[in-house]
């Protein structure tokens, strides 16, 4: 059985830009109304799953960040499940519409949980903590959904389901499913070590000291690398999320 190379690689797919950055999430479905002139059962499903998941993940760097010392996204009120906090005026609204009017696809991100690497209790190793803190936490949830998903899905007939459309799947299925899958993709795709993604914290740790000052200033200019790989090589984003798609399928299924 290998439904991440079946029902969840065609997900993936259609979804890939949005699932990218959370901002763009309800422009996202405004495109589908505008495009299809309907939004689907899965369509509803999919991003009312992405949603809190971006949260998670935000969230999670600034509660472990509080863990070590800083508070700062605490006292900015960033501990928050409101989604309204996490919006970036650029990443979550001006750069989404711009690029469906220009390409009908979408890529943003929500507002960066402020994080005072100063204030940290050991600063260097802590940062990688907070760093990796959302990556982790998509991969718990990824697994934790995946065998839930099998356990649920037995019970329905699991075999039956890569051949079942997915507007047909049951709907606790259906949320579990692509709860794993979007964690997936979440995870990976902020583990790419490139600034501002979170797999640079890594990066960062391992590099001299001597060498912070320059890397500080290169980082002031890593988000163009970032819009590089999404739109002028998504043929390397897709060969990565579906090996780890597929990879996660093995695990859980």
Same mark, same amino acid.
């Given at each position: ?75 900015? %009120? ?9 919006? !970036? ?44 803190? %959302? ?7 990824? &697994? ?6 099998? &356990? ?76 590089? &790989? ?7 984003? !897709? ?10 399928? !093995?695990?859980?299924?």
């Amino acid at each position: 059985m290998a439904l991440s190379e079946g029902a969840g690689r065609t997900r993936f797919h259609h979804y890939g830009p949005w699932m990218l950055g959370g901002g763009a999430v309800l422009l996202g479905i405004v495109y589908e109304v505008a495009r299809k002139h309907i939004v689907s059962r899965t369509d509803v499903v999919y991003f009312l799953v992405l949603i809190p998941t971006i949260i998670i993940h935000e969230v999670s760097h600034g509660v472990v960040a509080n863990w070590c010392g800083d508070d700062t996204a605490k006292r900015a %009120g960033r501990l928050s499940a409101n989604p309204l906090r996490h919006i !970036d005026p650029v990443g979550s609204i001006l750069l989404p519409i711009l690029l469906i009017v220009t390409t009908g696809y979408a890529f943003g991100w929500a507002k960066p949980v402020p994080v005072d690497v100063g204030r940290l209790r050991h600063p260097r190793n802590q940062a990688v903590l907070v760093g990796l803190a %959302g990556p982790f936490v998509n991969i718990v949830l990824a &697994l934790a959904a995946g065998f839930a998903f099998r &356990l649920v899905a037995t019970q329905s007939g699991l075999a039956s389901l890569s051949f079942t459309p997915l507007d047909q799947w049951p709907l606790l299925d259906l949320v579990l499913f692509f709860l794993g899958e979007v964690n997936v993709v979440i995870a990976v795709f902020n583990l790419i070590p490139i600034p501002p993604l979170d797999g640079s914290a890594v990066l960062e740790r391992l590099l001299p000291s001597s060498a912070l000052a320059s890397y500080y200033r290169l980082r002031s200019l890593s988000m163009v690398l970032v819009l590089v &790989l999404v739109f002028a090589a998504p043929g390397v984003l !897709d060969t990565i999320f579906n090996h780890a798609l597929q990879y996660w399928g !093995d695990i859980v299924l």
